[in-house]
């Protein structure tokens, strides 16, 4: 939510050093030590068993030039994707939401974070941009994200908004816009190369809309919008912008789309959501936990079937002082498995991605309290 910062002035990478960096060093550090009881409990210790050191977080800040921050949607570039580009396999991708004057929906960017390089600006787009969650990367070479556009950093004045189709170049070659489009706020992909299944949850309606892509090396098609689910919650909120179905993860081993919804502070299981024809309303409710749901948010699959969640720490909802800016693990039949913390201020935990790569796996985590960025290393298991 990046409630607590006014950007005033353009940012440079150095500036955000010199500013954070006594504040994120402790941080980090607490982080680090946390990430060693996550990886018992998400996936396994990255180090030596009988190791002490828990394995290093990389942190990153996700400020590019032009001074926007509130970072939002994370999306691993997958194996196979083509080379040539400016953005390469194993990097991560960001999107930022809010401009220099931290006015939200006014973002245009989005920076790419490389395995063993500093980090740059992939994207850069013309306002009226609101670069939200909706961020994801095809094989074939294109990157998917939500425009959800506000004049004023309201949600009053928000666009119904669009999705940008964008080469490996960084070059939009198509935006995507009908009356299936409302705001969006979050998706996901099962990619299968020149088809893929792409789901888009809508703020402004509280939607959830299954869309079949058609992609070659040219550019993306967009067929058969189809609202899958729908009757989340949804509602303007002053601090988060907006309250809405945002994360979701897709099971194409059971056919089955797991949905965050804020405002209803819980998580649903939509059967059948890769074939089905009609409305499923929300779903089937999984998990409810007002003590570890505060606001459930973005959404991810760890490699041990678990899913995890952040929270937006609206006031709207269930805050917890003690609680800030947590990541809930739980399994898919609604059990709680673990929470940490990833920032000591609420509304710092927003987008992650879960990659696993061979026995190894990355977990990567927004604070966009801080516009940092989080990577931790980790073994996956075999």
Known sequence: MNREIAQTKRIT???LFTGVIKFVALKVFAA??????LCTAVLMADDDKDAFLPSQVRAVSTVPGNGDVNPYGVAFVPPGFPTGGTISPGDILVSN???SSNLQGTGTTIVDVPPAAPVFQFFGGTAPLGLTTALNVLKKGFVLVGNFPSTDGSLGTAMAGSILVIDKNANVISTYTDSSVQGPWDSTLFDEGGRALYFVANALNGTIVRYDLDVDSSGVTFEHPTVIASGYQH?????TFVDAPTGLVYDPSKDVLYVASSEDNAVYAVRDAGDRKHDGGVGTLIYQDPKH????????MAPNGHLLVTNNDSPAINPDANQPSELVEFTVDGHFVKEISLDPTPG???GLAVERMGK???LAAVDDSVNLFLIWTLKAGE
């Open 13 to 15: 990478d150095s500036q």
């Open 32 to 37: 680090a030590v946390i990430s060693c009881f």
């Open 97 to 99: 939401f809010n401009n």
């Open 235 to 239: 509602d303007a909120d002053m601090v």
């Open 293 to 300: 749901l505060h606001g459930a948010l973005g959404l991810a």
């Open 348 to 350: 710092g935990s927003f």
């Open 360 to 362: 190894t796996a990355k």
